[in-house]
């Protein structure tokens, strides 16, 4: 899993800092940081609740990469 610029991207579009996305889906800010940098897998479930907050889709966030095969 490599780093996730995409949740960066989004978070910053927003104006949100990590620690205003952990705790829109409550988590800590050091979750975030991993998630973004690729350390952590999250679930599903935040993944989910990562996007609402977001506006965006699992493709656009999460999946897109996987798809056409580019890691």
């Given at each position: 899993m490599g780093k996730n610029l995409r949740i960066k991207g989004a978070r910053a579009a927003k104006d949100m800092t990590q620690?205003?996305?952990?705790?829109?889906?409550g988590v800590a800010r050091q979750t975030i940081n991993a998630i973004e940098k690729g350390d952590y897998n999250p679930s599903i479930n935040l993944c989910?609740?990562?996007?609402?907050?977001?506006?965006?889709?699992?493709?656009?966030?999460?999946?897109?990469?996987?798809e056409h095969g580019n890691k």
């Amino acid at each position: 899993m490599g780093k996730n610029l995409r949740i960066k991207g989004a978070r910053a579009a927003k104006d949100m800092t990590q620690k205003d996305l952990a705790d829109a889906v409550g988590v800590a800010r050091q979750t975030i940081n991993a998630i973004e940098k690729g350390d952590y897998n999250p679930s599903i479930n935040l993944c989910i609740a990562i996007c609402k907050v977001l506006g965006k889709t699992l493709d656009q966030l999460f999946w897109e990469d996987d798809e056409h095969g580019n890691k």
